[in-house]
């Protein structure tokens, strides 16, 4: 079956194999190369047991659109947002910042995991990180992690881990969560170009002309009267 396209060229529509529907309905038989036919159309998956899933196109999340959207009203920065800090695995944090736990974690290991310690806590001291930060990154950690890593007193930073076997693995995660945070807070938001102002001569012509429309305005308002 072939399908032609406004271009006028053609694709091949292979159908999918139905293993626990060989007598699936028309309606329900996918077709592969619609998504390569149109690409503008948002396929869904479709819920059959035995069908292959077509995948939708990867969707921008609220908050980056929201940021588009907002620079988009924007016709011209002074100067470009950037990150401080380029790559967050090139940030060192010195380790008398932070003190670390180990306890039992739940994490993949099997039984072993029950009798291990390789579950890690890292406690992040605010105070030492100030000593190595300015205060508008760490006022920026705190903005970003309340209500998350940052405790109540806003003096800690609680990062765990025991996503992986060894304790070594988990520390480093913690290491990289904290440097990925700090990389996040290095963020200088774009500042916008100052407006451009309307040249004077351009203003002086404009008030001439509304002078001049005004005049010819009373001018005829006094004819309809008869006071000439």
Known sequence: MSWLTPSGSSYFLSKVVV?????????????????????????RPLLWRGMLQVPSRPTI???SLKVQLRHSR???????????FARAKDIHVDESCFTLLTARGGGPGG??????????????NMASLSEYFD????????????GKALTSDETQLIISSHEHRSMYQNKEECIRRLQQ???VASWVPPVEANP???PSHIVSERKNERRKKSA???????ARKGLW
């Open 181 to 183: 945070m700090i990389h």
């Open 61 to 63: 999340c609220d908050n």
């Open 216 to 222: 010819v305005k009373k001018m005829r308002q006094t």
């Open 111 to 124: 039984q072993g995991s029950n009798s291990s310690s390789n579950k890690v806590e890292m406690r992040v």
């Open 19 to 43: 293993n626990s529907a060989p007598c699936a309905p028309l309606h329900l038989l996918v077709m592969h190369r619609c998504r390569v036919a149109f690409p503008c159309v948002n396929y």
């Open 74 to 84: 924007i016709s011209s920065f002074k100067q470009e947002g950037y990150y401080r």
């Open 135 to 146: 205060e508008e990154l760490i006022g920026n950690i705190k903005a970003n992690e309340c």
């Open 196 to 198: 451009i102002k309307k």
